[in-house]
């Protein structure tokens, strides 16, 4: 496939643009854009066709679960199987924001989303353009590193064209982005989990959970 390369304003994203990348995620393609920390590959994660595109575009192995962006609790309540009360404790002193949460995915998500794990990775993010598409879409979208597994993250529209052409529809190019990235905790066991560090720090985690 060919990829198009079209600048955004991240801070006030051009309508004309995001519909583009909307109209691109209706039918099943993947789009690259920017977000609060890195360049993300977006796609409809109820769309089989464009959840292994996503999966070709990263060359990433079908086990590892690919991360939601959502627009606000009740779609994770929707998405969720279960939702427990350190779940409404971080998403409430966290989001929007650089944290994303595991929780057991409902029968509503595809399993090759959760990398038949059916856990789910919930994030609600800062980012204007993301927020705006997923308004736009009307429903949550795959949200994952817009790389190639292995390979360093990109920070730049440039950057991510070079490595994903052919491979994604669409990169949305907003200049250079690179905030912290961010951190993944786990919340589907009797205890909770770091499972990667970012921009939110362990011990913030462990105050906000704590018991009373």
Known sequence: MATDLV??????????VLERAAAAVRRG??????TDALYTLVADPFNLRAVTQVFAAKGREPHRSLPILIGGIVTAE???????????LLARRFWPGPLTIIVPA???????????TGRLALRRTRSEIANKLIEMVNQPLIATSANI???????????VFGMMDGRVDLVLDGGICNGPG???????????????????????????????
């Open 7 to 16: 600048e955004i304003n991240p801070e006030n994203p051009q309508p004309e």
């Open 29 to 34: 393609s993947v789009v690259a854009i920017p």
């Open 78 to 88: 929707e998405l969720a199987g279960e939702l427990n009360n350190r779940f409404y």
């Open 106 to 116: 409902s029968a509503r998500i595809p399993l090759k989303v959760t990398g038949n």
């Open 149 to 159: 597994s292995g390979h360093p993250t990109c920070h730049s529209g440039i950057d």
């Open 182 to 212: 961010s951190t993944t905790v786990d919340i589907t066991e009797p205890f909770w989990r770091l499972i990667k560090t970012g921009a939110i720090e362990e011990k913030e985690i462990a105050e906000c959970l704590k018991p009373e």
